[in-house]
């Protein structure tokens, strides 16, 4: 088992900043990759950008490329969602979720955290 708590959302302008944590307990050793997703009101909940516990090769929605960026620290189990240049349709709830060894979904979830944008 693993468990994830999110922090760091809140309200910021169009254009402004906002780094994301999501802090990781449990079977951290057996953590494979780390996402973030997130789900806008009435919307369903999309991919953001995920990262490789080991080695730390990303991948990123092509809405966040470029603006958002993705990173851990394995000495703390945390994960960072820095998202910069955001704007109003970034506006969700923003969630990670972990995938652990020998498994091929994101099977573990924070609770979230909301983030949003006003224009």
């Known amino acids: 088992q693993v468990q994830l708590v999110e922090s760091g959302g809140g309200l910021v302008q169009a254009g402004g900043s906002l780094r994301l944590s999501c802090a990781a307990s449990g079977r951290t050793f057996s953590m494979l990759r780390v996402g973030w997703f997130r789900q806008a009101p009435g919307k369903e909940r999309e991919f953001v950008a995920t990262i490789y516990w080991n080695g730390g090769s990303t991948v990123y929605a092509d809405s966040v490329k470029d603006r958002f960026t993705i990173s851990r620290d394995n000495t703390k189990n945390t994960v960072y969602l820095q998202m910069n240049n955001l704007k109003p349709e970034d506006t969700a709830v923003y969630y990670c979720?972990?995938?652990?060894?020998?498994?091929?979904?994101?099977?573990?979830w924070g609770q979230g955290t909301q983030v949003t944008v006003s224009s």
């Open positions: 979720a972990a995938v652990l060894a020998r498994e091929t979904t994101f099977d573990y």
